[in-house]
């Protein structure tokens, strides 16, 4: 039985202004081409025939000349198939980057209607189509027609639901008639597993590396083979450094020292071995005495050999019930109804402090 070795991404996002700190900017978009090089060279060595990039490869239809120098090379160089079809950010305008001259090996979908590229040496069909503007509200897969003699791949950027939307609405009625053995997706951040309606396997690949706080977790492509019966795709991560946001409740401390072992503690805990690699924003919760304080600028000091680390305080004092009760006042009398109730202490801080913020409105 034929089968073809079939890369699956999307959404890097090349040259995009990030929605992180300064200091991080410039460090994330150069992994994002290092990471895009590492993937190519591992594609190589994996023997893959057929690379299918579901749109957004670029961050905008215009690209910095030295950027997309880079970009030409590290495909140019790859011995296989490379398909690329334009999201909705990196749509096909008329000074687009698409437009150029590309290597060989490269076909960019450029016109807004579904076409497809015949490879005759591995007996596949490849269809895809072009955003030519920021909006598509059409079902551009609704009437695709295959030659079942072929192994048939779809490569789209779109939104899947059950609703017209201005993203390339794909409806899943559409996905199952269309009858392709695997239809790569883009414009969802977020990895999705392969699915299957009828005899087509479809997926999200979500994109390649997290480039903020609004990107977090695992990310990666998928790589596998395709047979007209069969799909093997897997998922593949590419980076050991992961974006993740954190809520971190702390516990009885006396140093900052204490508070900063119980984040290290917490983190290595959940990653493992590789805790140090990620990027995380801490958010701190839990509840401390008066003459208790948290200095962000020491746990920092402490954590500096996390790759890079944001701390946020939400801890507030403990309150004092016994103390509050004896006042006379809206305060002191909801305090000494709340002690008595046959709940824990913890239950009782969370209350009380719920009832201080409603109170303060």
Not at 91 to 120: A, C, P
Not at 162 to 180: G, T, V
Not at 193 to 220: A, M, V
Not at 228 to 240: C, L, Q, R
Request: aromatic content about 12%; proline content about 1%.
């Amino acid at each position: 039985m034929q089968k073809i070795r079939v890369c699956h991404m999307a959404d890097f996002h090349l040259g995009g202004e990030l929605n992180v700190k300064n200091s991080l900017r410039e460090e994330i978009n150069n992994n994002l081409i290092k990471t895009l090089f590492e993937i190519f060279r591992m594609l190589e060595q994996a023997k893959v025939d057929i690379v299918l990039i579901a749109g957004d490869f670029y961050e905008t239809s215009s690209v910095d000349s030295r950027l997309l120098k880079q970009i030409k090379e590290i495909l140019g160089n790859f011995s296989g198939n490379i398909f690329i079809s334009p999201g909705n950010h990196d749509y096909v305008s008329l000074e687009s980057v698409y437009r150029e001259e590309w290597s060989d090996n490269i076909h960019i979908f450029l016109d807004e209607e579904i076409e497809f590229v015949e490879i005759k040496e591995l007996n596949t069909r490849v269809y895809g189509f072009g955003f030519n503007h920021s909006h598509i509200y059409d079902r551009k897969i609704k009437d695709i027609k295959i030659n079942d003699e072929f192994i048939n791949l779809g490569v789209f950027h779109g939104q899947i639901g059950n609703e017209i939307n201005a993203y390339h609405p794909i409806f899943k009625e559409d996905i199952e008639n269309s009858r392709l053995e695997y239809i790569a997706l883009g414009h969802v951040h977020k990895r999705s597993p392969i699915e299957k309606l009828g005899k087509t396997y479809f997926s999200y690949s979500g994109n390649p590396l997290g480039r903020g706080f609004d990107e977090i977790g695992e990310k990666g492509i998928y790589i596998g083979d395709v047979t007209k019966n069969t799909n093997n795709m897997n998922f593949y991560k590419v980076s050991d450094s992961q974006f993740q946001i954190e809520d971190i409740e702390i516990g009885n401390f006396e140093t900052q020292s204490d508070i900063a072992d119980q984040i290290r503690n917490k983190l290595e805990k959940k990653f493992g071995k590789l805790y140090k690699k990620h990027y995380y924003r801490i958010n701190l919760y839990g509840y401390r005495n008066e003459n208790e304080f948290v200095n962000i600028d020491i746990l920092l000091q402490f954590l500096d050999d996390i790759k890079y680390i944001e701390i946020y305080d939400f801890t507030r004092f403990r309150v004092d019930l016994d103390k509050l009760a004896r006042e006379n006042t809206l305060k002191g009398i909801f305090a000494k109804e709340l002690l008595k109730l046959d709940v824990s202490n913890e239950n009782k801080e969370d209350i009380i402090n719920l009832a201080l913020d409603l109170f303060e409105e």
